[in-house]
Nanobody, 119 residues
Framework: VQLQASGGGLVQAGGSLRLSCVASGHTSSNYNFGWIRQAPGKEREFVAR????????GYAESVKGRFTISRDIAKNTVFLQMNSLKPEDTAVYYC?????????????WGQGTLVTVSS
């Protein structure tokens, strides 16, 4: 599975961005896709996940109500709509995939896309 993330950039606090992750290769409806971020000097942090087949979603408490994960099955793409952005959301955002819904171990990773939120 190959994952290609895009959509990062510089935005002011309170603004919005939408990240995209295109999946290719041997993908399956059994996969879950997620967004994980890593801020400078910090460990990687789970942000959101979606079950490809049924569309179930899960979020970190820190982004609930502000971020929305979705997928476009026809385009093999997962999105992360980020609203009401805060400076603490600044990080490199990675898309990832696995086959275990409750696992924080991800089997496949895309390259990161940098999100910078200015105050």
């Amino acid at each position: 599975v190959q994952l290609q993330a895009s959509g990062g950039g510089l935005v002011q606090a309170g603004g919005s961005l939408r990240l995209s992750c295109v999946a290719s290769g041997h993908t399956s409806s059994n996969y879950n896709f997620g967004w994980i971020r890593q801020a400078p000097g910090k460990e990687r942090e789970f942000v959101a996940r979606i079950r490809w087949s049924a569309g179930n979603t899960g979020y970190a408490e820190s982004v609930k109500g502000r971020f929305t994960i979705s997928r476009d099955i026809a385009k093999n793409t997962v999105f992360l709509q980020m609203n009401s952005l805060k400076p603490e959301d600044t990080a490199v955002y990675y898309c990832a995939a696995n086959q275990l819904w409750y696992s924080n171990l991800w089997d496949y990773w895309g390259q990161g896309t940098l999100v910078t939120v200015s105050s």
